[in-house]
């Protein structure tokens, strides 16, 4: 008899459970850990008011057809008036500048599950035509039926601080293989901001391109806010190495899901996993239990190629 490896799904709908029988379950980022947020993130987001922001921002289902050429998007670096020289690279725990170049692209995202309360995600700016787009998971924004709602995402946030401001989410748009099934090889998202006092979010941080059909074995640097080191409230980072494929993901219809070697836990999900240091080519959307240091991202073949392709 053969034992798949056990792990806890931390959010689900009650229409999963004959499908948890049949499959192994995954720990998302939306689960007890990644909803730790700090008093000031409280105070500065979910407690101010905002009636506005207590309805879910509209949702798009974008259709896809898989793209067979590799997309290459190179990125895009902030308007000269926030132009700063770049500092040292990232280590491989906490980034020791958030504020550099490129680096202030990643942020968090805060929102409000109506059904469980406040979550925190993490998503970085996107090269796009409308200069304000932030990629993240799937989970990030819906699972289960449920839509986040009162989102904002927070550029180089740190301990309470907020260099750039926030960015209010008024428009998301998912797969439909992640919003109709909960399919992890589409668990993959963006979320359209409106500008803040300083205007478009990539003219304020830049943006990071994005890249398609990538080695499977490439070297990645992996980002983002996990929960369980300093509560969430640095951002973090890995330099690691794709590893194949997730077998257990090859029965769902799609690419299978990629590992990689990383630590980071609930909090960093929709964290970019960038490629040639500069092109994002994956997002952290699960790891298992019992094997606390690696990560799984969708892979970015045709279909995310396709999704990516018509964001604006």
Not at 9 to 38: C, D, E, Q, V, Y
Not at 186 to 207: E, I, S
């Amino acid at each position: 008899m053969c034992f798949l490896p056990r792990m806890t799904i931390w959010r689900i709908s009650p229409a999963k459970a004959l499908h948890l029988a049949l499959f192994p379950p995954m720990n998302r980022a939306t689960g007890k850990l990644a909803r730790f947020i700090s008093p000031a993130l409280v105070a500065s987001f979910l407690l101010a008011p905002a009636a506005a922001q207590a309805a879910p921002p509209f949702l798009h289902e974008l259709k896809v057809s898989p793209l067979s050429k590799p997309l290459r998007v190179p990125g895009r670096p902030p308007a000269s008036r926030f132009r700063e020289a770049p500092s040292a690279g990232i280590s491989s725990v906490r980034v020791p500048d958030v504020l550099a170049e490129g680096t202030r692209t990643n942020g968090k995202i805060v929102a409000t599950d109506p059904r469980s309360g406040p979550y925190t995600c993490s998503g970085t700016a996107l090269n796009t035509p409308s200069r304000s787009i932030v990629l993240t998971a799937g989970h990030c924004v819906t699972e289960g039926g449920s839509i986040g709602t009162r989102m904002s995402f927070v550029p180089a946030y740190d301990h309470g601080s907020r260099p750039f401001g926030a960015f209010k989410v008024e428009a998301v748009y998912v797969m439909g293989p992640w919003r109709r099934k909960g399919n992890p090889d589409f668990d993959v998202a963006a979320l359209q901001v409106r500008p803040n006092r300083l205007g478009k979010l990539t003219d304020v941080v830049g943006a990071r391109g994005y890249a398609t059909l990538q080695s499977r074995l490439a070297a990645f640097q992996i980002f983002g806010y996990p929960a369980a080191r300093a509560g969430g409230e640095e951002l973090r980072g890995c330099r690691a190495h794709g590893l194949g494929s997730d077998s257990l993901t090859a029965r769902y219809a799609g690419p299978p899901t990629m590992p990689a070697s990383c630590d980071m836990a609930a909090g960093a999900s929709g964290g970019a996993w960038l490629f040639d240091g500069q092109y994002v080519s994956g997002v952290t959307s699960y790891s298992y239990q019992g094997r606390s240091t690696q990560l799984f991202s969708p892979y970015f073949g045709p279909e995310v190629g396709s999704f990516l392709s018509q964001l604006r």
